[in-house]
T-cell receptor, first 114, second 111 residues
Framework: AQSVTQPDIHITVSEGASLELRCNYSYGATPYLFWYVQSPGQGLQLLLKYFSGDTLVQGIKGFEAEFKRSQSSFNLRKPSVHWSDAAEYFCAVGPPFGNEKLTFGTGTRLTIIP | EADIYQTPRYLVIGTGKKITLECSQTMGHDKMYWYQQDPGMELHLIHYSYGVNSTEKGDLSSESTVSRIRTEHFPLTLESARPSHTSQYLC??????????FGPGTRLTVT
């Protein structure tokens, strides 16, 4: 069965500092990989996704993520965070074939301090 | 950008009441999903549909039921609400695992 681990429950970063959110997955093959963001009281918005090809993917709002097969990781990064980036971030995986169900991590809450 | 709507956004209701959470989308997507989200926990798929008159239970057991009579509409019903049903419910639609758009969610509190 597929699973996703986000080891950091809560991260606090100063505005303007760089950010890296960790995501590790367990799956028999290379799954589809996603990062979603959820602002308070809102649904999830897709930040970026990886299906195949270039292991460094660019997303919206200046975010990027790097797929590392050897580490089963898909970490999210941003070089300089803004106060508006404060939100909950979810990593998710989905099978490239078959039942088409997403499996989510428990999320990382990002707090931005001035 | 996909438009997907959920009503109500917030609901506080007493134990034993019947409730229906509404979800509609205007993108013509065949696939729709219901997720349950508790604070600090991952989203769990509780129901999904691949088209009209098609509904399946998800990975997390739920006492709720769903129907899909129209492509754009995927309501979720609880026949008798209990405090254990208190949670956030997120609806999504899309073309499959590669693309899912989420609604804003319904935060349900059962007292």
């Amino acid at each position: 069965a597929q699973s996703v681990t986000q080891p950091d429950i809560h991260i606090t970063v100063s505005e303007g500092a760089s950010l890296e959110l960790r995501c590790n997955y367990s799956y028999g093959a290379t799954p589809y990989l996603f990062w979603y963001v959820q602002s308070p009281g809102q649904g999830l918005q897709l930040l970026l996704k990886y299906f195949s090809g270039d292991t460094l993917v660019q997303g919206i709002k200046g975010f990027e993520a790097e797929f590392k097969r050897s580490q089963s990781s898909f970490n999210l990064r941003k070089p300089s965070v803004h106060w508006s980036d404060a939100a909950e971030y979810f990593c998710a995986v989905g099978p490239p074939f078959g039942n088409e169900k997403l499996t989510f991590g428990t999320g990382t809450r990002l707090t931005i301090i001035p | 950008e996909a438009d997907i709507y959920q009503t109500p956004r917030y609901l506080v209701i007493g134990t034993g009441k019947k409730i229906t959470l509404e979800c509609s989308q205007t993108m013509g997507h065949d696939k729709m999903y219901w997720y349950q989200q508790d604070p600090g926990m991952e989203l769990h798929l509780i129901h999904y549909s691949y088209g009209v008159n098609s509904t399946e239970k998800g990975d997390l057991s739920s006492e709720s039921t769903v129907s899909r009579i129209r492509t754009e509409h995927f309501p979720l019903t609880l026949e008798s609400a209990r405090p254990s049903h208190t949670s956030q419910y997120l609806c999504a639609s899309g073309t499959g695992v590669r693309e899912q758009y989420f609604g804003p969610g319904t935060r349900l509190t059962v007292t």
